[in-house]
Each structure stands twice: as C-alpha cells, then as structure tokens.
Nanobody
Framework: QVLLVESGGGLVQAGGSLRLSCAAS????????MAWFRQAPGKEREFVAA??????YYADSVKGRFTISRDNAKNMLYLQMISLKFEDTAVYYC?????????????????WGQGTQVTVSS
C-alpha cells in the first residue's frame, strides 16, 4: 500500500508563489514516474507536470512558471509554483505509478493523494 499526502496549498495573490509537497510512505517507487494534476470546480482533472528518471514534462499552461522535482532519499515530490494566476486555482493532486514512463493521462497512475487546495486571488 502506498500513501501520498500533499501539503503546502493555501491562498495567495496573483503573482505570488507556493511550493507544494507530497510525502510518500509505504511501498516506495523511486523508479516510477510521479506527477501533479489539478482539478478546478466543474472541470476534469488535468495534467500539470510529471517526471521520471530521465524526463520531465509540463502542461503548456504552466511551463516556465512551475517546477517539479523529487527527492528519492526523502520520498518527497515537490511542485514549485511562481507567477501564479487566478486560473491556477484548483485542488492539486500528487500521483504515482510503478511504471518508469510518463503519461499525461490520470488513468495511468495507480496512487493518489487526497489533494491540497490552491486558491489564487485576482
């Protein structure tokens, strides 16, 4: 069993910054891809960023503003967000899979956190 717990969400003004963290416990998957997704009210869950041992991908909407990183020694995944916009408001989810390759499809991830709310005021 894998447990993912996100933290770091909150209320921030447009143009501000936040860093989200995701702590993994239980069976770790240091070789598997991990990702961040987000879901705004009334919208589908959308891909934000993902990384594997060799690759990093970002959604076009966050490229240049968000940075994904992981610390395998600490079993942590991070999402540094700068220049936040109102449209970044959503619940942000950490996700993991045991497969090395990255997918932008949320159905490709086996493990999910409970989510952390990010609210950007305009």
């Amino acid at each position: 069993q894998v447990l993912l717990v996100e933290s770091g969400g909150g209320l921030v003004q447009a143009g501000g910054s936040l860093r989200l963290s995701c702590a993994a416990s239980g069976r770790t998957f240091s070789n598997g891809a991990m990702a961040w997704f987000r879901q705004a009210p009334g919208k589908e869950r959308e891909f934000v960023a993902a990384l594997s041992l060799t690759s990093i991908y970002y959604a076009d909407s966050v490229k240049g503003r968000f940075t994904i990183s992981r610390d395998n020694a600490k079993n942590m995944l991070y999402l540094q967000m700068i220049s936040l916009k109102f449209e970044d408001t959503a619940v942000y989810y950490c996700a993991g899979r045991s497969i090395v390759g990255i997918t932008r499809d949320p159905r490709g991830y086996d493990y999910w956190g409970q989510g952390t709310q990010v609210t950007v005021s305009s």
